[in-house]
């Protein structure tokens, strides 16, 4: 039987309680390449984004900003798809769970699962904050109050509806062990199995506390849970309850592609709703690291965000996708920061592909008047460089098969670096020098063209501009839009007789220092789109605001080793737990403290002070201390309270 070649692939759908940040982008480029990469090999693809739009926490960013939610988020999600538009996502819809083809499907299922028994109505217990309108349950409370704001909770009874999870686990269970690849990586395949196995509470469907959601059709006191509201939207987006055919045609999902942080709604939660549906379950859930800054996973409620669309600015969009699918290794966290972006263009980009394209094109035109020539005799370095290309174009495919978008890239450049290693090992400016030389240099450089055609096809899921750009140069790809994968599996393909043609530089080198940073950007940009709240706020310059104070991320430290600094009497190096982290912290309190008083004590730590380099050693925080004349005292702490915990 035919294989049927249709891809259905998904991003989450954001809140749009913020303008998004590049940990969103990383997901939407990375599903993007995917989507792309499966066009190439033919495949009917649908790519499907969108937002999430209801809930009290949107509910209320729209109230602090004194408007209507629908206004609010209208705002917000225009905003997001101007943005995948400058990032050239190339989805095939854009849903938000606002549009009537989402809330009538959310609605028929929440009235069939409680037809059919999975819901019920019941009372819902829970430690209530009313500032911050959450409910707590006792576990998570700190010293009987608000984890979030420290103050006064009180126990609430509401009315909900709650789903039964917990007849489902067995045959989701069932359904992990015998289909390994449906979560990825593994880890979080393992955290997964381990959760269900400690037992499925009845999951609270409903919520009367706040308006902004879909009723639930047969109690509109109640609004549908916000998880199970945006779930829904990969079976509203393709026609669910509505048009049978084009949803038979999509459904199941190949990949819901997130981060690992809401693992957990998609692998337990989704399959269990439709495994209540009789739908199929989803092929693949596959969960990425997270992109952080120094102090933390970027996230919009800390505010430690950076915006895409002004690196794209800066960049150019094939430049920070490039980035950005290079930059987590599978299932792995992994740090921002603009120097390495701009190291990694310079490296890889301007230095190796832009290189390899300008010098071979440079002698084309001198060698051969712009036609690349027909190859001749192949030698062994030539074999090996064609070996090399077959591998990579497998290894490359392989990898992106598995989603594992920088182990893509990584291959993709071997190629681009062998290539770059042909032409010191043939020396063609010697073989120009000798006319009897002239074929072998024809074969080197017909080698030379096949490498960069082969290296842009298969970069190009990654970089979609890189085709064209490098087609004017190197006029090998014909009909760009017509390039498949394949063809990237094949060497000799290149036209003899095609011409190349200098243009700029497919990567122009970047000077950092004659930047200014992505943080100053945004921070002026941040002034100049809030004028009238600078001034309302008035000269105050005294006092700094909780907010200014919020930005601190003060943790408790126990200190697991401690020792003196060689060579420097002030300084101690203190290895510190902080929750499930490590940190090494160079603190210059040698004079005061000797390093076997402070082992095993807990102290204060500002977590989010940029790491920097004393003495050679990178420290990472400042620990707190008092100090009056001569004296100097730690702040430690006598209560056994967690290390990680948080100070305010
Ligand atoms: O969770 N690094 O929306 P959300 C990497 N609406 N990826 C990141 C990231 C980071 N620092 N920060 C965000 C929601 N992401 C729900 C989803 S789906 C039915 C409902 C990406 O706006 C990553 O994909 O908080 C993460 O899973 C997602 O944005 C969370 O987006």
Redesign the pocket.
Known sequence: MQEKKVFYIT?????PSDN??I??A??TVAADCIARFKRMQGYEVYYLTGT?EHGQKIEKTAREKGMDASDYVDGIVKGIRELWETMLISNNDFIRTTEPRHKEVVQKVFQRLFEQGDIFLSQYEGWYCTPCETFFTQRQLIDGKCPDCAREVELLKEESYFFNMAKYAPRLLEHIAQNPDFIQPESRRNEIINFIKSGLDDLCVSRTTFNWGIKVPFNEKHVVYV?VD??L??LSAIGYLADEEKFNHYWPANVH???K??VR??AIIWPILLMALDLPLPQKVCA?????LEGG????SKGNVVDPGILVGRYGVDAVRYYLVKELTFGQDGYYSEEMLVSRINSDLANDLGNLLSRTVAMITRYFEGAIPAPGVLESVDNDLMKTAQLVYRDASEKLEKLDFAGYIISSLKLVSRANKYIDETEPWLLAKDENKKERLATVMYNLAESIRIAIILLSPAMPTILERANRQIGVFGDISRVTWDEAGQWGLCPAGSKVKKEAALFPRIDLKTLETTENVQQDKKEAVKPELKASEGPDEKYISIDDFARMDLRIAEVIACEKMEKADKLLILRLKVGAEERTVVSGIAKHYSPQELIGKKLVLLANLKPTKLRGVMSQGMILAASGGEELEVLMLDKDIPSGSQVR
Request: overall charge neutral; glycine content about 6%; proline content about 3%.
């Open positions: 991003t989450p759908i954001y809140y998004l940040h940990g969103h990383y997901t999430d998880w945006a779930l939207n990969y592609l997130m981060a942080d809401i709604f998609h990425h690291g997270w992109i952080m996973k970027m996230s919009k």
